[in-house]
Structure formats: structure tokens, C-alpha cells
């Protein structure tokens, strides 16, 4: 079969190291024939991304603080001056503070709260604007969430109320971009074992689960990876608002 993103032009934000679902969703674009603009917070994940990326065929690394809206001018006049079209974008992007995933949510202060919504959620907004006049040919923008969501998950927390504006964020982007030929989904991913989940208390016992899902087993970060080509590809063509499970069948159960 032909590369299913062969000549297109793909943004990937959240890659910090080779265990980040960007990075497995960069090496599936790379594989699928995509060429990648990537976005890195600060020096230390500049050096690592460069060392990651060595055999992508990465366009531009552009620095990108979602919480800055310099950067994210900056970031709207790097993929202006790429002079080509931009067909995708993956926002794989998230934080709250330690202390808000481990506090009771009651505790959960004012700041906290606006932190995890602004980086976790207003950012697929940001990113947006950024990347619209540049996706001439249409597309498509997909994000990663979490069943913590719609479904109270133990410590997830404010992380939880955040991914809820996210995934109401992608409805009314899609709905807003679907005349432009651009299709907005969100991933909702299962546990995967990366380095924003490894720092969680608790998370080996969430990792165990796996084998109660339908497929009695944990998800591989290539699965997601393959999920957002599909996304990022023509065949999803008539997909757009969704949220993809894509956790083993976990979301099913109810016990
Ligand atoms: C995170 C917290 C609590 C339970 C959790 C997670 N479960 C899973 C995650 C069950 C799977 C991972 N996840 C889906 C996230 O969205 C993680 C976000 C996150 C993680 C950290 C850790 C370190 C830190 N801030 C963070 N902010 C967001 O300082």
C-alpha cells in the first residue's frame, strides 16, 4: 500500500522524549512519508527532539511555551513563512501542578485550576489559530485525552475537568473549521506508561486494569500512533468532532 501521508506537511506539538505519545505519533507520520514541524519547551528539549528526530524529515523546530502568546505569534509566523500548505496537527500537549493530582479536588486552588485548563485545553484553541491560515488545502488537528474526562479516575483530578473543556473545545472547533475542509477529533488514549503518567502515585495499579479491558491487555503507544494517521489521512475524511477510544475497549466496562 501507498504511504497514507505521503507530500503532506504535519505539526506535531508535546514531543519531550522518546517515551511522549507525540514521539511514537511522529514516528508513524514519519513512516507513513509525512514531512514534520515539530514545537519544543525550552533549550533541554530542543537538544533531546534534535536527537529524536535524526531520521525525520522535519521541516522546521520551532520553540513553543503554549502559555506565552508571543510564541504562539511566533509560532503562526514560522508556518506562514514555510511557504507551503499544512495538512495536519497532533496537540499532544498537558500539566497540572503535582500537588492538584494528588490533593483532594476540593483543595484544588484558583491557580492550579486555570493552569491545567490554560496549558491542557485553552492551548488547542491557541494552536488553532496558529495553524488555520496556513491549512489551506484543509485537514486535520486532533489532540489526546483521557477517560478521566467524562469518568471520575482516581487523582486525575483537575487534570479530568481539563480534558472535559478539551474535548468540548474539539466539538466546537470542529463545527467552527468543518466549512474550511478541517476536521477536529480528539485520541483517548488508554494508561500508556510515559513520563507524565510514570510521575503519578498509584500508577502501577492503574497499569494493572489492562487486564480486565476487552482485549486483556494495556495499550501500545503505536496503536495511538496509528490511530492519529488515520486521522491525519484522507481515509478519515467524513470524521470529524470525535473522540477515537483507543485503550483496548477499556471505556466499556463498568466494573
Ligand atoms: C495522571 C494523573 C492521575 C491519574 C492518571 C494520569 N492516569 C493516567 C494519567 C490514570 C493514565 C496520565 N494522563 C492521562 C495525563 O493526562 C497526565 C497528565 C499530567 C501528568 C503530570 C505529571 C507531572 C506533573 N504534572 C502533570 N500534569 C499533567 O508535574
Known sequence: ???????????????????????????????????????????????????????????????????????????????LALGRPLHAVVHSLAFANREDLERPFTETSREGFLLAQNVSAYSLVGVARAAVPVMTAGGSISTLTYLGSTRVVPNYNVMGVAKAALEASVRYLASELGERGIRVNAISAGPVKTASARAIKGFSSILEAGDRTPLRRNTDPAEVADTAVFLASDLARGVTGNVIFVDSGMHVMGF
Open 1 to 79: 500500500m501507498s504511504k497514507l501521508l505521503e507530500g503532506k506537511l504535519a505539526l506535531i506539538l508535546g514531543i519531550a522524549n522518546r517515551w511522549s505519545l507525540a514521539y511514537s505519533i511522529a514516528q508513524a507520520f514519519s513512516r507513513e512519508g509525512a514531512s514534520l514541524v515539530l514545537t519544543y519547551l525550552g533549550e533541554r528539549q530542543k537538544v533531546a527532539i534534535s536527537e529524536l528526530s535524526q531520521d525525520f524529515d522535519i521541516a522546521a523546530l520551532i520553540p513553543c511555551d503554549v502559555t506565552k502568546d508571543e510564541e504562539m505569534a511566533a509560532l503562526a509566523a514560522s508556518l
